[in-house]
């Protein structure tokens, strides 16, 4: 082969292996940092592979966040989605070192990826309040109850003086509630047997028609502050001593 004909069938391979990671990384599929055994990458591009590009960048530097804060020795640990993340926990518990482990655009398979940076903690209690997204996404019920408990059951072990509580998923738009209803159920009924207290939030969120309360939240989904406001009355004493229901 000549050489001018080699070196333009190696410019043609180069300029088309450039053109396919750019175009990779315009659609999220590559990390535009972080070297390799990026753990935050690892998990947010397996999880999050068919999300929206900022959903993915969101949940890379949130994890870059969690691993980066110091393990508390005491007091509460939350774990959930974008309704945790945006929680104001300091303010709502006052007097209890909380940690606030909430990622946007978290999923109950997301939450499995990431247990090493719960288990490093020591908390009295960890409470997890997860799965709406998981509704959006179309993932059966019987698949995110599972994901839970199995997320309880692998905390356990390596939390053993631990308490875990399980927040029921909120209410949110009608067209996803059957989910939500279903997945509650079990979460209730395999509390006992999978070792952490059901705290059951939906009376005191949902309206008459079995969605979430127009006055609790922003659009349907998200809490505005008067419905942290009623999540930290409900809460406060499972928060600050343990509980086995929460005060209606």
């Not at 709406?132 to 698949?143: I, P, Q, R, S």
Request: proline share 4%; charged share 20%.
């Amino acid at each position: 082969m000549k050489p001018a004909v080699r070196n333009i069938i190696l410019g043609v391979l180069l300029l088309g292996a450039v053109s396919v990671s750019f175009l990779a990384v315009m659609r999220g599929r590559l990390p535009t940092d972080g070297g390799s055994g990026d753990r935050a990458v690892e998990i947010s591009a397996s999880v999050w592979a068919g999300y929206k590009r900022d959903a993915k960048t969101h949940v890379t530097r949130r994890l870059r966040e969690l691993e980066s804060l110091p393990p508390i020795r005491k007091g509460a640990l939350f774990v959930g989605d974008s309704i945790t993340e945006n929680a104001p926990l300091a303010s709502m518990f006052p007097g209890v070192p909380v940690a606030n482990y909430g990622i946007g655009w978290g999923t109950s398979d997301g939450m499995l990826l990431r247990l090493d940076q719960v288990s490093r903690n020591e908390p009295d209690r960890v409470i997890i309040l997860i799965g709406t997204n998981d509704v959006h996404y179309d993932h059966a019920a019987e698949h995110i109850a599972d994901n839970i408990i199995s997320t309880v059951a692998s905390l356990r072990r390596d939390m053993s003086d631990t308490e875990f509580y399980v927040m029921s998923i909120l209410p949110r738009q009608a067209k996803a509630m059957a989910t939500v209803r279903a997945t509650n159920v079990i979460l209730d009924e395999r509390a006992a047997a999978s070792g952490y207290v059901y705290l059951d939030l939906t009376p005191i969120f949902a309206a008459p028609d079995g969605t979430l309360r127009t006055d609790l939240t922003t659009d349907g989904l998200h809490l505005n502050a008067a419905g942290y406001a009623a999540w930290a009355r409900a809460m406060g004493a499972c928060v600050l001593d343990g509980c086995t229901a929460i005060a209606q």
